[in-house]
Structure formats: structure tokens, C-alpha cells
């Protein structure tokens, strides 16, 4: 979460409200269906996609602003962050990570796939940013220092008015995620991993939320290059350590947990990644929190307690 005084504008519950409505007004009609046949999709062979995920417009709202919430804090100068000890910014509801020129790329770049998909969808960019452009500001200093400036000030007014189709970007990519966690394993261990899969994902509005957050989170699971000591953090090493036993969702968080834990004491030391585990665990711990029946809006103690699990770091 970034420090300095002039990042400590929050949006007010009021501006939350609004936001919600806002989404649940305007989402993509392609999202609108209930979630009838979700027991239908559980023979989708590994190279197929779960096609469509069915939500709500006020569930496809809520999931948008619980992830700003989870990211962020939901504040509007939360969509352009840069935390203290990594080497990219994070922007985005789902900050969604774009490297300078010289940054160690260990972790999935996600900020230009998701402009195109802005571009894609009817969004005009500033006429500065290009989708297969680097960051330009090549180190947090840099950032700070023009945070207030015309082009930052340009990328958080794209961002906030774009929240429904940043939304359906992050859903997305939970509908490639299960092909690409299929064909990453052995075929021995495919049926597992998809029925632990599909009894989340069946297990109502915390289950989906669950997986759309922890794929956008932690990624997929699937990228070599996202590892320690040979062992990842992603959807996959979560679905290979739950428990078949009791809630799925409950199942899904206590695995969650274990694999961050696992992570930062894999971690390289000069990375104090100790630091952000206790939101890290926060954050997942939380998924079995459903969302905001329809028609409500998720606010007071809830709404600050998932603004404390920021959790928003790599």
C-alpha cells in the first residue's frame, strides 16, 4: 500500500454505493444469466474453457468492488500503486502489474493484456499510452514524484470509469484458468483438481468469488517462472492442497493460507515477504464471507475490515 500523504484520499461508503450501482447498471450483458448449469460444465474436457461464468449484474458489481476493496482499500489513488520493495507499479482494481524497461519479470505481466482488452472493447486510451509500451517511470521515486502529475492523473480516470469492464477482464481469466491448470498436470490428476474445482465454483457467491480473486491474486499456478524452491503459490497448488472433507469454500481458504505460508518461507530473504502474509491471510480467509445479497451493499465493519486485508503485493 503506498504511503506517502498524497495517496490518502479514501472513497467514502456513499462513493462505494455509487460505485456498486454504477456497476450493477452498466456490467455486460454477457454476465447476466443465474448460475443454473454450473453442474453441467463439470465435463469440460482440459482443452475447453468454462465458456461463460453465469453472475448476477449485482453479483458481477459486488465481485468489482470487493476486489478494489481487497487490492486497495477502494480508493481511487489505490488503482495507481507502486509498493515499497518491488520494482513494477500495480494498477487496476486488480493491480494488474506493468514493468519498466530494466524490471525483474518473475511475476505475470497483466496491465497491457488488460488496455488491449479495453481497446478491444470500445475504450479510448490516453493518447500517451500504448498497449505494448513499458512503464515509463522506472522506479517507485519516479512514480511518487509524478503521481499527481497529467499522466497518472489520466490512468486513475480511464481506471475508475472503467471498474465493469476491469471486472469482466478478471472473470475472464478465471474462465481460461481451468484449461491451463488441466494441461499443466499429469493426466492422472486432472479429474481431481476439476472436481475441486467445480465444488467451489458450486458453492455459491463466496465459492465463485473465491477463485475469481485468488486467480487474479496469485495467478494460475501454472507459470514455471512463479516459483521458490520448485513450488508455487497459484489456483493450482491451492486446489492440490485441499481438504476433501467439511465446506469447499472453507477447504479452498485454510489451503490458501497453508500455500502463502509456504511461499514467504520459500521466499528469498531480501524480499521480507513477512510483512505482507498477515493480509495476505486476511484476504483469503475472508472468502467465506458471501456476497452482498442482491439489492444491499456491502459496507461498515465488513467494508473496513476487507479494506485492512489489502494484501495488494505479488
Known sequence: MLKSPAMKSNLTSASLLVATAVLAACFLPSIEAKSEDLENKKETSSAESLSRLHLSQKEAAEIGNRVWR???????????????????????IGHFIWYPQNAHDK??????AMLSFLQEN????????????????????????????????????????????????????????????LNSIQPENRDRIKARFYKVLASGSAGTFALIDYVNFKGEGVNEGERYKSQGWGLLQVLEGMSEKGDPVQAFSTSAADVLVRRVQNSPPERHEERWLPGWKKRVFNYTVKLAPEGTATTGAFQAKASRAGANSR
Open 107 to 112: 511475476f505475470e505481466e497483466s496491465f497491457p
Open 122 to 181: 470500445g475504450v479510448q486510451l490516453p493518447t500517451w499510452l500504448k498497449v505494448d509500451m513499458r512503464c515509463p517511470w522506472n522506479s517507485r521515486a519516479e512514480f511518487l514524484r509524478d503521481f499527481r502529475g497529467n499522466e497518472l492523473t489520466e490512468v486513475r480516470t480511464m481506471l475508475v470509469s472503467t471498474v465493469p469492464l476491469q471486472t469482466k477482464f478478471i472473470v475472464h481469466r478465471l474462465e481460461c484458468a481451468l484449461p491451463k491448470i
Open 70 to 92: 481487497n487490492e486497495c482499500g477502494g480508493r481511487i489513488d489505490g488503482l495507481t500503486s507502486w509498493n515499497i520493495g518491488e520494482d513494477f507499479p500495480s494498477l487496476g
